[in-house]
């Protein structure tokens, strides 16, 4: 069977969207940036306090999409690492489908701490049929984000 590939991001600062639109350039499937209904603060500190809290208290905040997976065999969802994990809003977005019949390929992007349990949270949160090797990258990686990017798809196979 193709594969069909759609690419679920958040982003706060770009560099996650950055990152989703080279992988959507080097794997050619759909893409679309998760908003939540009421936007994170802009200023540092403050979306900063504010995601300590959602994630401490385990929050999920509502989102506007509603993202139709049915007609995809692999997801490749992304997030900034926030907190050592994944954004909220992307917990949002993996309990309003059913990944039972899915193929999820990870990716984030962070701040110098790695992904920290954003993988294994994700694998956990969606109950997928499949997690694939995740992949991340310091911000939206630089010059050499797209190399990275393609060693990483060459080998889960979407290469
Ligand atoms: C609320 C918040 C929490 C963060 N926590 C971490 C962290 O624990 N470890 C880390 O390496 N980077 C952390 N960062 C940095 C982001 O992961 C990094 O800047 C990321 O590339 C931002 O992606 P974006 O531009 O798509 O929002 C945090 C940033 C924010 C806003």
């Not at 958040?10 to 209904?37: F, L, Q, R």
């Not at 065999?73 to 019949?101: C, K, Q, R, Y």
């Not at 694998?123 to 694939?132: N, P, R």
């Amino acid at each position: 069977m193709e594969n069909k590939i759609l690419i679920v991001y958040y982003t706060h600062s770009s560099k996650t969207k950055k990152i989703a639109e080279i992988i959507k350039e080097e794997v050619n499937g759909d893409i679309m940036e998760i908003e939540p209904e009421n936007l994170y603060p802009v200023p540092y500190n403050d979306v900063v306090e504010q995601a300590k809290k959602e994630i401490n208290m385990g929050y999920k905040p509502k989102i506007k999409n509603n993202v139709n997976i049915e007609d995809y065999n692999i997801i490749i969802v992304g997030s900034p690492n926030w907190w050592d994990t994944i954004a909220p809003p992307i917990i949002t977005f993996l309990e309003s489908a059913n990944f039972s019949d899915k193929i999820i390929a990870p990716f984030c992007t962070h701040g110098g701490g790695g992904e920290g349990t954003s993988f294994k949270d994700i694998e956990k949160i969606s109950k997928a049929k499949k997690v694939l090797k995740g992949f991340s990258i310091f911000g939206s990686g630089g010059k050499t984000a797209r190399e990275k990017i393609v060693e990483w798809l060459k080998e889960i196979g979407l290469k």
